[in-house]
């Protein structure tokens, strides 16, 4: 499986001060800390990951047999889970 960037011009990363790329990174060099089943929305996972010390939650849905990220936010409610 892998896993894809999104939207490109997505202005919600740009306001957060993030990028597809810094994510990627991120999962790459070990900052994937759990894949959660996301019930609200059927057909997509949240990812929790590690990104500059904070945990961000990466929602991303399924293409085929790839992962598409849609956005990426800081979670205060992973943080606590993940960071005590």
């Known amino acids: 499986m892998r896993i ?3 939207d490109p011009d997505k202005q919600s990363l740009k ?3 993030l990028t597809w ?3 990627l990174q991120a ?3 070990g900052g994937l800390l ?3 089943t996301d019930t609200a929305h059927p057909g997509q996972v949240v990812l929790a990951v590690d990104i500059a010390g ?3 939650a ?3 849905e ?3 047999s790839d992962l598409r990220m849609i956005t990426a936010f800081p979670s205060r409610k992973l943080q606590k889970i993940y960071r005590r």
């Open 34 to 36: 759990d894949v959660l």
């Open 4 to 6: 894809q960037p999104g």
């Open 21 to 23: 790329e810094m994510i």
């Open 54 to 56: 904070y945990v961000h």
């Open 27 to 29: 999962i790459e060099s």
């Open 58 to 60: 990466v929602p991303c």
């Open 15 to 17: 306001d957060r001060g």
């Open 62 to 64: 399924f293409r085929g």
